[in-house]
T-cell receptor, first 112, second 117 residues
């Protein structure tokens, strides 16, 4: 089973460049999430989508946009990358509130 | 808003010994879910154990068990007979059961566990 697939796994951007992180899940989950992980701060929620057609801001949404393309796919876009967005990004999905969330393998993004 | 705190940035344990990782949380909800996730150097997030707040019995999964103290809002993880493969970052997480919360997980800062041979 593929589970949650994120692409790319690694990326280096120059300040001001844009890029989209892709995420797809094959478990027919309703809810999907984007987190960023920084040393000493755990994982912080950027945006989430409780169901297809809806998206909501999380704890740290500034500088990001998301698209829930369909039930399977949830993308994260950086319009103008900044060094403060250097981080590891995780996509996750879950079936319903309370159930276990499954994570992708993460994307290490460096903005220089 | 809910918060999760892990006050131990690093812990160390001797192989075959027992170690306890601490986690406290703050919430006004009476029903919720708590999790411990393990993150080895591969970066993969692996579910270790899950606890429903309405259950009084502490969850157990093989060598992993929790001490859930609802009134104290404490959720510690005990690892027995520690193995070298247990070395990883461990995250405590909280989840509301309410659909309008989107099932989002709120994480603590993490505890880096090292296992000495």
């Amino acid at each position: 089973n593929a589970g949650v697939t994120q692409t790319p796994k690694f990326q280096v951007l120059k300040t001001g460049q844009s890029m989209t992180l892709q995420c797809a899940q094959d478990m027919n989950h309703n809810s999907m999430y984007w987190y960023r992980q920084d040393p000493g701060m755990g994982l912080r929620l950027i945006y989430y989508s409780a169901s297809e057609g809806t998206t909501d801001k999380g704890e740290v949404p500034n500088g990001y946009n998301v698209s829930r393309l369909n039930k399977r796919e949830f993308s994260l876009r950086l319009e103008s990358a900044a060094p403060s967005q250097t981080s590891v990004y995780f996509c996750a999905s879950s079936e319903a509130a309370g159930r276990v969330a499954f994570f992708g393998q993460g994307t290490r993004l460096t903005v220089v | 808003a809910q918060t999760v705190t892990q006050s131990q940035p690093e812990m160390s344990v001797q192989e075959a010994e027992t170690v306890t990782l601490s986690c406290t949380y703050d919430t006004s909800e009476s029903d919720y879910y708590l999790f411990w996730y393990k993150q080895p150097p591969s970066r993969q997030m692996i579910l270790v154990i899950r606890q429903e707040a309405y259950k009084q019995q502490n969850a157990t999964e093989n060598r992993f068990s929790v001490n859930f103290q609802k009134a104290a809002k404490s959720f510690s993880l005990k690892i027995s007979d520690s193995q070298l493969g247990d070395a990883a970052m461990y995250f405590c997480a909280y989840r509301s059961p309410h659909y309008n919360q989107g099932g989002k997980l709120i994480f603590g800062q993490g505890t880096e566990l090292s296992v000495k041979p």
